[in-house]
């Protein structure tokens, strides 16, 4: 037997011994005891940005056959997004593949 499927027989007997007013006051005074609060709606759970600095390497030259790197700081909430964000502000000639998050 799985463990949600022994939970849900003990929640289903508890709701057979207890009618269903009883059941939900018994949580709330369960809830209260513990310090449950319910989730506030009007928050939403975005994560804050951090400032990441973003290096990556671009071609120059007559010929394109020169190679440099260059760091662009900026602000994103994981390292994909810095990432992205990176690319979108990189010089002309950057090289795609050459993106990495400075630790």
């Known amino acids: 037997m799985k463990k949600?499927?022994?939970?849900?027989l003990i929640r289903e007997e508890i709701q057979n011994v207890l009618s269903e007013n009883e059941?939900?006051?018994?949580m709330d005074k369960f809830k209260e005891k513990v310090g449950f609060k319910a989730p506030d709606p009007s928050i939403k759970n975005v994560m804050r940005e951090k400032e990441y600095e973003v290096e990556y390497f671009y071609r120059f030259g007559k010929y394109g056959d020169e190679k440099d790197n260059d760091v662009i700081k900026v602000k994103a909430s994981?390292?994909?997004?810095a990432i992205e964000k990176a690319k979108k502000e990189a010089k002309r000639n950057s090289i795609?593949?050459?993106f990495k998050v400075k630790k």
Not at 23 to 26: L, N
Not at 78 to 81: A, D
Request: aromatic fraction near 6%.
């Open 4 to 8: 949600s499927e022994l939970r849900q």
């Open 23 to 26: 059941f939900d006051t018994a």
């Open 78 to 81: 994981s390292e994909e997004e």
């Open 96 to 98: 795609a593949s050459t």
